[in-house]
């Protein structure tokens, strides 16, 4: 079946020459919770932008479920619920009133979208506040309201432009909820990110761009095979003292490590879970007293750093 | 294949006739749940209500004759419009941008014309609702002072309502511009209050007629009240022509306003995009 995102040569240039994309290639495969990541400024909320009709292409083509946003965007985003940037809602209208107006402009009827709605509010946690008007609501709140009304009327495509940016601690906590209740639903998602432990836990593959342009996209696992080394962080009740060191650097798999606090430090580590599973013993025979032992979820950064220092 | 989600919510867009009245629809709302709105009936009331009462409070003798007594109701009219034209299509399109509610609408099935449309509908009968209200107090204290009325009254009031149309055009196309809703606000106002009636007046002195000009076309709302309709004369004293605008040609003026600043105004807004 086709990717059913596809971006062909996408290019925006704005005015004074800043190519934001240049010449972007990206399929979003079906079924897919595909992170898109880059740095600030690497073009992924412009193309985003493109791809949902609030932005003009210089030239190239963004193409959902088969029909070019530009030629006719409204059947192109028929099927797809955005949620771009941190979007304001009109402060006039209660939650409840804001899903029955762009229910309505999707063509679903009041009923619809009140039964949809209660199920969507009860998800995103704004029950309580249905019936009250949006104008005071916090920047979390609005964020999971968003979402909220982003899948009001059950699309197959599902685009978030960094949907936790901006939140307080608790915020993002929640919003990354909704975002892995998602990944169990029968859907495709773009989402841009440049929290790259936040793509790690929920994404089932990954475009990293910059300067425009694609660098490399694919499933996380493939990508994470390609990064050998893993880093480990380490908590321990006993510090990690300077006559442990050589004993640790011994160990095999160990590549290297660093002091990151009293009773912290990272290990830089290439093998399997067998091997992780003897560091682990060895460690806790130096006396360390392991309270925390736990792949860091950085392996995607350390390609995603290799990957934007190979592009500049 | 395409899935049953995709079919389905395909099948199930409205039309654009039908987005454009629930965007008109919500948009109506909006006007009904603001201050401006409210502050604006507040200002008719006052304005009714100084109109009727300040001569009995001073003594002064009422016109007995429907059409007089009105005038002085109806003389009222182009400022009403003008602040409406101002509070409910300065800022229609540039407030989607700067309080980034475009980022909430934008992504949604639904063409830019259809948004505008939509809006333009919303504020055109939010202005209707007001000069109903205005016109509708006005002639019951019009009839309940002389026990008449007059149909002068109703034409003035049609003749209203497209000034109205026309302004809110303006409006809008002011509103397209704008990169912030202070500035186009403030140029609405003051280009319908201001700087266009400063441009009809100075015309004369060259002794050009300004029936081209948007507010000078106003004026019929308060010159129909007059029998017989007046005609442009020469001041004999200060040797100075004074025009009046012709009833079939100021609709005309207004229509071409309507047209070229909706036309306009939606072309910029569709090319407009939505940057942070």
């Avoid at chain 1, 509010?121 to 982003?150: N, Y």
């Avoid at chain 2, 009714?48 to 109806?74: K, M, N, R």
């Avoid at chain 2, 014309?113 to 006005?138: D, E, H, W």
């Amino acid at each position: 079946m086709d990717a059913p995102i596809q971006v062909h040569g996408l290019t925006k240039v704005y005015g004074g020459g800043f190519r934001a994309v240049d010449a972007l290639e990206l399929n979003v495969p079906d079924r897919s919770f595909m992170g898109f990541l880059g740095p600030n400024g690497a073009g992924k909320t412009t193309t985003i932008k493109i791809i949902t009709n609030m932005l003009t292409a210089t030239s190239g083509e963004a193409v959902i479920n088969g029909v070019s946003v530009m030629q006719d965007p409204k059947t192109a985003l028929a099927d797809v619920g955005a949620v771009v940037e941190t979007p304001e809602f009109y402060p006039y209208l209660t939650p409840m009133e804001t899903l029955h107006y762009l229910g309505a402009l999707r063509g679903m009827t009041v009923t619809e979208s009140t039964n949809r709605g209660r199920d969507l509010l009860d998800m995103v946690k704004l029950t309580e506040w249905k019936d009250q008007r949006v104008g005071k609501f916090s920047k979390g709140m609005k964020q999971r309201l968003a979402i909220a009304q982003a899948l009001l009327p059950e699309p197959s495509i599902i685009i978030l432009d960094e949907p936790t940016s901006g939140l307080d601690p608790r915020g993002m906590v929640e919003v990354r909820d909704i975002l892995k209740h998602l990944k169990k639903m029968d859907v495709t998602v773009l989402m841009s990110s440049h929290l790259l432990n936040e793509v790690q836990e929920v994404c089932t593959d990954v475009a990293l761009i910059n300067r425009g342009k694609l660098l490399r996209s694919g499933s996380v696992a493939d990508l994470l095979d390609e990064v050998k080394a893993r880093k480990i962080d380490v908590q321990t009740r006993r510090p990690l003292t300077p006559d442990m060191f050589d004993r640790l650097r011994s160990v095999d798999g160990v590549k290297g490590f660093s002091i990151t606090g009293e009773l912290t430090f990272a290990i830089d580590f290439e093998g399997e879970e067998d091997a992780q599973a003897r560091l682990l013993i060895e460690l806790q025979n130096l006396g360390l007293l392991v309270v925390s032992f736990k792949e860091s979820g950085l392996a995607l950064e350390s390609l995603y750093m290799s990957l934007i220092m190979e592009s500049r | 294949m395409e899935s049953a989600n995709v079919v389905n919510n395909r099948e199930r867009l409205p039309s654009d006739l039908q987005q454009v009245m629930t965007v008109a629809k919500y948009d109506v709302l909006k006007h009904l749940r603001s201050k401006r709105l409210l502050g604006l009936l507040v200002l008719e009331g006052l304005l009714l209500g100084l109109t009727f009462g300040l001569p009995i409070a001073l003594g002064a003798d009422a016109a007995e004759d429907p059409s007089d007594y009105i005038s002085a109701f109806i003389g009222w009219v182009d400022i009403l419009i003008v602040l409406g034209a101002t509070m409910f299509a300065g800022d229609a399109i540039v407030s989607e941008f700067q309080s980034r509610t475009g980022y909430l609408l934008f992504p949604n099935p639904v063409k830019r014309s259809t948004i505008f449309i939509g809006k333009y509908l919303s504020t055109l009968g939010i202005i209707i609702l007001m000069l109903l209200v205005y016109y509708g107090i006005a002639a019951l204290l019009t009839f309940a002072m002389t026990g008449g009325g007059t149909v002068l009254a109703v034409y003035s009031m049609l003749f209203a309502f497209a000034y109205g149309a026309a302004a809110a055009a303006l409006g809008f196309l002011i509103s397209s511009i704008f990169k912030g809703s202070t500035g186009s606000l403030i140029l609405t106002f003051f280009t319908l209050l201001m700087i266009l009636p400063l441009i009809a007046q100075l015309l004369p002195i060259g002794e050009i007629k300004p029936w081209f000009m948007l507010t000078f076309c106003g004026g019929v709302i308060s010159t129909i009240m007059i029998e017989p309709y007046p005609t442009d004369v020469m001041e004999p004293i200060m040797n100075y022509w004074i025009y009046y605008p012709e009833v079939g040609l100021s609709l005309v003026v207004l229509a071409v306003y309507i047209a070229v600043c909706l036309g306009l105004g939606m072309y910029l807004f569709k090319r407009r995009e939505m940057v942070s």
